[in-house]
């Protein structure tokens, strides 16, 4: 296995989390009678670079098919996130309606539609046929394109170059990430700025979130393996900010560096520093994230275990993919988790892959009143226990598996 940033040959485990199908890759009623694909999840460390990436099996387009399911705007917390951000980078960077934001993995609209609000001119690049008609129902202009040097290229040559390119949880998403970021270095004005947010590997490495990893996710990034990604496609950090989304993600600020006059903030040596410490760029800091995962694993197979013997009723909620991870490392089905309900209409009525359990909508947890209901996607904690508390009526608790079993 050659490593995708630097093609030094990877051979450092990370983690072996099995086999499992795509995790957005949700089945409808008709596909229950047909085979599942699975491929093996496994990530290794590039012991040259500190990029840790997954073994690649499935190509690009079977991971983000044209009905692909996950929509951002049904998060409240996530919507507020991009006005906030929105409403930071237009004061920032002095963006108006001169200006040019273009949104790569712009997904429904969740974020441009505040910029397209300030009469800022926007551009989203979406390939998933799905979302991409979702944003487009909001008037916005999508181009159901994969993004690249080639369209980079092209939008700057049709007079569509962008003063702020926004990357949300999108960068560890692509399979040729050195293609993937030269893009931006060519789409930017000499001015311009790239912003890119993506879950932060020291988090996901010190809390053990296991269940961050899935095929959709090539690449896992602390900030010593971004800063040399981006340089070496012509692009330079100037500024770093650690923010709480996805249990803990990192916001790195990217100017030319052919024409980027910004000077690098203290927060970005500080940060290196810090990686540096901890021992990021060594072989130890990967070694032992099996064992810690398993025993997380474990804890959630004996609770489930436990309930069933019990005779305590247990529901889920989030069909997110991070749940499927676990469920499909642990081995859970529909006889330990008989349903997950879903706030998103594109998800009920499917079924979780792997596991095959059912999406539901939530009057499941009216009717039913289980005793416990599992929270599958944890970095969305808070905003779910607030939408679930009417639960305490019947006396029900909460659960989250990772990054410890917690019962409330």
């Known amino acids: 296995m050659l490593c995708r940033h630097c093609r030094a040959e990877v051979t450092l485990p990370f983690i072996d989390l099995g086999t499992a199908p795509p995790s957005n890759a949700y089945l409808t009623a008709a596909a229950l ?42 998060s409240a917390s996530w919507l507020e996130h991009a006005r906030r951000y929105v409403e930071a ?8 309606r001169d200006s040019q934001v273009i949104e790569v993995a712009a997904n ?46 092209r939008l700057a040559r049709d007079g569509r170059a962008a003063d702020l390119a926004v990357a949300n949880n999108v960068l560890a998403h692509v399979p040729d990430i050195n293609d993937f970021v030269a893009g931006f270095a060519r789409v930017l004005k000499p001015a311009g700025v790239v912003t890119f947010e993506f879950p932060y590997l020291v988090r996901l490495v010190g809390e ?13 990034l602390s900030l010593t393996a971004a800063a040399r990604i981006l340089g070496a496609a012509g692009l330079q950090v100037f500024d770093v900010e650690e923010l709480a989304t996805h249990g803990g993600s990192l916001r790195v600020f ?83 988790l008989p349903w997950v309900v879903d706030r998103n209409p594109a998800k009920q009525g499917q079924f979780l892959p792997g596991s095959r359990i059912p999406i539901v909508d939530e009057q499941r947890l009216n009717r039913e009143r289980p005793d416990e209901v599992v929270i599958l996607p944890w970095n969305l904690r808070a905003e779910i226990t607030a939408q679930l508390a009417y639960i305490r009526e019947w ?14």
Not at 89 to 96: C, E, I, N, P, Q
Request: glycine content about 10%.
């Open 89 to 96: 980078m237009s004061a920032r960077f002095g963006l108006g």
């Open 108 to 153: 429904d609209g969740y974020l441009l539609q505040f910029v397209q609000a300030r009469g800022i001119p926007c551009l989203g690049i979406e390939p998933t046929a799905s979302t991409a008609r979702a944003a487009r129902a909001r008037g916005l202009e999508v181009l159901e394109e994969f993004f690249g040097a080639a369209l980079g290229e």
């Open 33 to 74: 009678a047909a085979p599942e694909t699975y491929y093996p999840l496994r990530v290794r460390t590039c012991a040259n670079c500190w990029l840790v990436q997954t073994e690649d099996y499935a190509v690009r387009g079977e991971l983000f098919a044209s009905d692909y399911a996950y929509f951002s705007s049904y």
């Open 395 to 408: 006396g029900g608790r909460l659960v989250t598996a990772v990054p410890r079993l917690e019962v409330w």
């Open 254 to 336: 990217a100017q030319r560096a052919d024409a980027g006059r910004r000077a690098a903030a203290p927060a970005v040596a500080a940060l290196l520093g810090t990686e540096a410490a901890s021992g990021v760029a060594s072989e130890g800091y990967y070694r032992g994230f099996q064992a810690r995962a398993e025993a997380i694993k474990d804890a959630f197979l004996r609770f489930l275990l436990d309930a069933r013997r019990d005779g305590r009723r247990v529901g889920a909620y989030g069909a997110a993919a991070k749940g499927n991870t676990l469920l499909n490392f642990a081995g859970v089905r529909a006889d330990l």
């Open 208 to 220: 053990c979130q296991f269940d961050t990893i899935y095929h959709e996710h090539y690449s896992y």
